[in-house]
């Protein structure tokens, strides 16, 4: 038992009624002790196998309790791994069961590869031999499920990010390295300011994709969405509409900062966080009623907008200036009440503001939601997230935000080194760790790409 | 048969690769042929008189650690010598040497004659014997047949070689020697080949140049030489010359590239991307208007000279109007005309990691035959070819140099697992674990599997046995020996332009500023008496302390991987899960180890799982294949 604590969610996210984190390594228990207060009051650390304990699930860094949950002891070799286990069984609803994750990942657990419970039974010889098979078959396939979704996610917007990012890294290296090894080349020196100018701009750019791309902050409190439009278009229909579609309502979480509730509700898999202002319900005016400004601030903080507009009734400035206004978010543009005759089309609109988000008519009074629904799921889906493997993508989110920010802490050492006045091939270590971290987000083998890049770059050699 | 056909290793070739692997196996005791086309072309550097520079000085100073014979022959015959790279870092330091071309071959060539159990011969093979699969002898043009269970091909470029200048191309060899047709042709029956192309610059007679438009690059003296047996080398240096190309150059070239064989269509084999032709710079960096030539003379008693960064493919009267257009070169005699060389060489992919032939046991190849360009990298692979065709003889588990350990390992483990697709050369950025695999400390790596193996000598591991002992010791005291908190050591910190200390710390704590060097610690205390390859290695290890943990951290990791062999006898088409793309890979590879196997191409961590599963199956006795 050599190997790193795993840890993963075992059941689907946002659809079981009990939601299940599962951790395996000779560290599980110490890891327990420190996230879970028995009910009884005795030691996680302290029970013996297969036993079971009520009590609450604790965020030991925030003091904070996370859920109610039961917690379940195994001690390997009795256990399905053949390592310790521990379970914890809690309520379900993807912010707990994710909350409770981090919180493990924090205390030192790694996060799973895909299979890696079922291989670790293996290996510790928890499953006979005939069940080889069978465990390369669930090894296999859900490798290469991740690697599917990991590639999906490179052609979205968040793996251009990182491209542009390795990139600006590639530029930095290729320098370096050809500085290194083509010695008698006369290859432009590098100067340490603009050394530290592309690293500090890389760090920058990582902490923000950290920050934003964080797509498990989406699966765990939910897409902000705002529904947005001038008054009487259909938005509070639209949100009605939207609350029945739901399959299951998560949870109403009562706004801490702001006089606004928010519903979230499921949309196949999405979890979506309706920024619900009371102004869509009551007055239906958010601008008149909130100010430009706030209104404004609403769409910034937003990660989706579904813009509704009239298709009855002619184009007004406000509808211009919310397009105008939005064209750099994530939207959809609902065209309502397509019951009613249409007196304006889709060219009366400015195409840059308008820019690739999908239209979608429809009459929000009796037509069906699925175009609009079948909309925003795509949207989310073209930006990284899948709704058929929302909790695939988790496991890939994490271990892309594990690689981040790996990347970002080696770029770290790289600047302090720098800043210390040590040499390039030191630098240089810190500069390739970080470009390998991101490589493990692509699966591409950096270097040989610094090879390949040293040629086309610079003329070499003699 | 008589005791004069029969050896135990036959070695094909004299060049940089056979020189170290007949050494290595007579010096392990076998009885051991080194065959060479020519007597008087032993250890030829057919290119640039020099070896070393980045990469390359850390392999020499491996295989002298490992007890081969460059370095030491480097030492003895250099004319100029400088230490690159030195304001780059510990781990990238390297030493660049000019050589006496002659008198290089001539100290080689004594080497061999005079190493017990080895025998140089003259003599062209036109046929390698193979029996029921393995390696018997070979046959040479004269009607002699030698018999051995081990022979090492390190054939070089000769291999059915054809020389291009321009329009003109002809059979040849380099520096107007005779190719091997036949032998190459018996090898296109056994084995993969491929064929690749390089290429060298004209010579000139040295007294032809205008020096007033030269600028001159001087030596460094007193020199550390490649060789832990040598000892800082004080002789009289001569210089190097650096000019440029001018945009005159570049526009004949221009104009006439249609003339070169590299872009007639004359050549097909790919060059390597490092030692381009003048004729691929222009046209791959158009926007370069001036090109860097290093003029290297070829030895002390010659006026010949090598001009480095022209190589280059065109016909001879534009080689001469090419020169007339680089300011110090317009009135060059050209002694030597520039050329590419086309030739044949292996597909690497038919090596296992011990350089022994998949195909034909007992059959190891070694230099430029694998598809690698160097002296340097040549001799690596010889010394381990010679090294593994005694462990064969002995039924003996091969030497595996891990990527870990030596830029051997890692030249070997690139060829083997990758392949190439153009002549391999070392470099730097190919090490994943840089920080260590340092010219300073090639002996701590490599000479006790030198002393193992019995090619290093009592005498000269003893003293490898006192160096490590005194930094060791060196180490210790400076960790221990506190320092500063007064005013008399914060003058003297003042002076030397670092921070005052407020409280005292150890001498190792000062040492790690980078504006403090091992030497500034003798102002604040007098220093023990330590040779400098002693207190280099000292300074290094204290200073970058931090960094040098850290790689051993993972080069720890890294090699857990390397640990975990697989079989070699493994059909990978019957392993249940394995992707088919991976399979064809892995019977072509045939890995080592789970390390190796992932490091293929085409072979994903799915794949890799599936191994692990496969390997735990073999362990408990059964079996996950069909």
């Not at chain 2, 588990?397 to 391999?424: C, F, H, W």
Request: charged content about 25%.
């Amino acid at each position: 038992m050599t190997e790193q604590t795993i840890a993963a969610i075992a059941t689907a996210v946002g659809e079981a009624g009990i939601g299940i984190v599962r951790l395996s390594g000779k560290e599980a228990f110490d890891i327990a002790e420190k996230m879970f207060v028995t009910k009884r009051g005795d030691s996680p650390k302290s029970l013996p196998g297969y036993s079971a304990r009520y009590g609450r699930v604790v965020d030991p860094y925030q003091g904070r309790t996370i859920d109610e949950a039961i917690l379940l002891v195994m001690r390997g070799p009795y256990s399905y791994t053949g390592e310790d286990v521990v379970e914890f069984q809690c309520h379900g609803g993807v912010v707990v069961v994710q909350k409770i994750l981090e919180t493990a990942l924090r205390l030192g657990a790694r996060m799973a590869e895909p299979g890696e419970f079922t291989k670790r039974a293996f290996l510790n010889g928890r499953l006979d031999l005939s069940q080889a098979e069978a465990v390369i078959d669930v090894v296999r396939s859900r490798t290469e499920e991740s690697l599917a979704v990991a590639v999906d996610q490179l052609e979205g917007s968040l793996s251009k990010r990182i491209s542009a990012i390795r990139e600006q890294l590639y530029d930095l290296v290729v320098r370096v390295e050809a500085i290194i090894d083509y010695p008698e080349d006369d290859i432009p020196e590098l100067e340490v300011d603009e050394m530290a100018e592309v690293i500090r701009t890389v760090i920058g750019e990582l902490e923000r994709l950290i920050a934003t791309a964080d797509q498990g902050k989406v699966l765990r409190e939910g897409l902000k969405a705002v529904i947005t439009g001038k008054p009487n278009v259909g938005k509070s229909s639209l949100l009605n509409r939207l609350l029945d579609e739901q399959r299951a309502l998560v949870t109403d979480i009562p706004g801490t900062t702001r006089d606004t509730i928010e519903e979230v509700l499921n949309l196949r898999g999405i979890p979506l966080r309706l920024i619900d202002t009371a102004g869509i319900r009551e007055s239906d005016d958010v601008v008149e009623r909130l100010g430009v400004e706030r209104a404004v601030q609403l769409w910034g903080e937003a990660d989706l907008i579904i813009h509704v507009m009239d298709g009855s009734v002619p184009l007004s400035s406000e509808d211009r200036e919310i397009l105008a206004r939005t064209r750099d978010k994530l939207r959809v543009v609902v065209i309502n009440k397509s019951d009613l005759p249409r007196v304006w089309s889709l060219d009366d609109l400015d195409a840059r503001d308008l820019g690739e988000a999908p239209v979608v008519e429809m009459s929000l009074l009796e037509g069906e939601l699925t175009p609009l629904v079948d909309a925003v799921v795509g949207l989310v889906s073209k930006g990284g997230i899948r709704e058929s493997t929302a909790s695939q993508a988790i496991v890939t989110r994490a271990r892309h935000k594990t690689a981040l920010e790996e990347a970002k802490a080696d770029l770290e050492n790289a600047l302090e080194t720098l800043s210390m006045g040590l040499p390039l091939d030191l630098i240089s270590v810190g500069l390739q760790g970080a470009l390998e971290h991101l490589g493990e987000i692509t699966g591409e083998t950096v270097r040989e790409n610094i090879i390949d890049r040293i040629f086309a770059q610079f003329c070499i050699g003699k | 048969m008589s005791l004069h056909d029969r050896y135990d290793v036959i070695v094909v070739g004299a060049g940089h690769a056979g020189c170290e692997a007949g050494l290595a196996a007579a010096k392990m005791g076998k009885r051991t042929a080194v065959l060479t086309l020519s007597l008087d072309n032993v250890a030829l550097l057919p290119c640039n008189p020099s070896i070393g520079g980045s990469g390359k000085a850390a392999l020499v100073r491996e295989v002298d650690a490992l007890g081969g014979e460059m370095g030491k022959n480097c030492d003895a015959t250099l004319m100029q010598g400088r230490m690159l790279n030195t304001r780059k870092g510990p781990a990238v330091q390297s030493l660049r040497v000019q050589l006496d071309r002659k008198l290089y071959q001539r100290r080689m060539k004594y080497v061999l004659e005079t190493t017990p159990n080895l025998f140089l011969k003259e003599g062209l093979v036109t046929r390698l014997l193979v029996e029921n699969g393995h390696a018997a002898g070979v046959k040479l043009q004269d009607g002699t047949t030698l018999y051995s269970d081990v022979v090492i091909l390190a054939t070089g470029t000769y291999l059915d070689s054809e020389i291009h200048i321009g329009e003109v191309r002809y059979s040849g060899a380099p520096q107007g020697q005779r190719p091997s047709i036949d032998l190459a042709r018996n090898l296109r029956d056994l084995l993969p080949i491929v064929r690749f192309k390089t290429g060298t610059p004209p010579r000139v007679n040295l007294r032809s140049l205008d020096y007033s438009k030269l600028s001159k690059l001087e030596g460094e003296s007193p020199l550390e030489g490649f060789s832990f047996e040598t000892g800082s080398i004080e002789i009289e240096q001569v210089p190097c010359w650096v000019t440029y190309t001018t945009e005159e150059t570049h526009k004949i070239i221009r104009d006439n590239l249609h003339r070169a064989a590299m872009y007639s269509g004359a050549i097909t084999g790919p060059g390597p991307r490092y030692c381009p032709s003048i004729e691929s710079k222009i046209v791959q960096f158009p926007d370069k208007t001036s090109h860097q030539v290093f003029i290297e003379p070829e030895g002390w008693q010659t006026n010949e000279g090598y001009l480095s960064g022209l190589s280059t493919s065109m016909p001879t009267e534009l080689q001469v109007e090419i020169l007339r257009t680089v300011p110090g070169l317009e009135n060059a005699e050209i002694m030597r005309w520039a050329y590419a060389i086309e030739y044949d060489c292996l597909d690497p992919f038919s090596l296992y990691s011990s350089l022994m032939t998949k195909e034909i046991a007992g059959l190891f190849c070694a230099g430029q035959i694998n598809g690698t360009s160097g002296y340097e990298e040549a001799a690596a692979q010889g010394i381990i070819a010679g090294i593994n065709a005694v462990k064969y003889l002995n039924g003996e588990d091969p030497v595996i140099i891990p990527r870990s350990q030596a830029y051997i390992g890692v030249m070997i483990d690139d060829l083997v697992t990758k392949g190439t697709n153009e002549p391999y050369r070392i470099m730097t950025s190919r090490a994943e674990h840089r920080l260590y695999l340092r010219m300073d400390n090639a002996d701590a790596r490599l000479t006790p599997l030198g002393y193992e193996l019995g090619l290093i000598s009592e005498e000269r591991y003893a003293a490898f046995q006192k160096k490590q002992e005194q930094i060791e010791l060196e180490v210790k005291r400076l960790k221990e020996t506190p320092v500063g908190g007064d005013t008399e050591t914060n003058i003297i910190l003042r002076r030397l332009g670092t921070a005052e200390l407020r409280h005292g710390v150890t001498l190792a704590e000062l040492l790690r500023r980078p504006e403090i060097s091992y030497a500034h610690l003798g102002e604040l205390g007098e220093l023990p008496e330590l040779p400098e390859n002693v207190r280099k290695s000292v300074e290094i290890l204290v200073k970058y302390e931090g960094y040098l943990k850290k790689q051993e951290a993972a080069i720890e990791r890294f090699e857990k991987m390397e640990a975990k062999l697989l079989p070699e006898n493994v059909d990978y088409a019957g392993i249940k899960g394995l992707s088919r793309e991976a399979a064809e890979r892995l019977n072509m590879v045939k890995p080592r180890s789970l390390g190796q196997a992932a490091r293929i191409s085409g072979v994903t961590p799915a794949d890799v799982n599936v191994l692990i599963i496969f390997l735990e199956t073999q362990k408990r006795g059964g079996s996950v294949d069909e």
